[in-house]
């Protein structure tokens, strides 16, 4: 069983900068393929960014943000991160955070990110 809890999420204005967090609890979270998705009321949930679990392979991101998002992992904090740089309000979203073990799957609440003048 892991327990996943997002943070860092508010309100920013566009072209500014936010840091998400998503700490985990449990065993193994080493072993997880983590990734960020993110919703907005009556859309898919989509992929922003996923990570494998030791980390060594580049993140893969999705085409609406590369090269503005930038996702980490410390397993040592049994943390991932996900830096956003260059915000749009198009990228405003609830954002979660999920982890994945073969068909085990887990995901956290969400924190809400608006991208707002």
């Known amino acids: 069983q892991v327990q996943l809890v997002e943070s860092g999420g508010g309100l920013v204005q566009p072209g500014g900068s936010l840091r998400l967090s998503c700490a985990a609890s449990?065993?193994?979270?080493?072993?997880?393929?983590m990734a960020w998705y993110r919703q907005v009321p009556g859309k898919q949930r989509e992929l922003v960014a996923s990570i494998t679990p030791g980390g060594s392979s580049s993140p893969n991101y999705a085409d609406s943000v590369k090269g503005r998002f930038t996702m980490s992992r410390d397993n040592a904090k049994n943390t991932v991160y996900l830096q956003m740089n260059s915000l749009k309000p198009e990228d405003t979203a609830v954002y979660y955070c999920k982890a994945q073990f073969l068909s085990r799957v887990y995901w956290g609440r969400g924190t809400q990110v608006t991208v707002s003048s």
């Open positions: 449990g065993s193994s979270f080493s072993g997880y393929t």
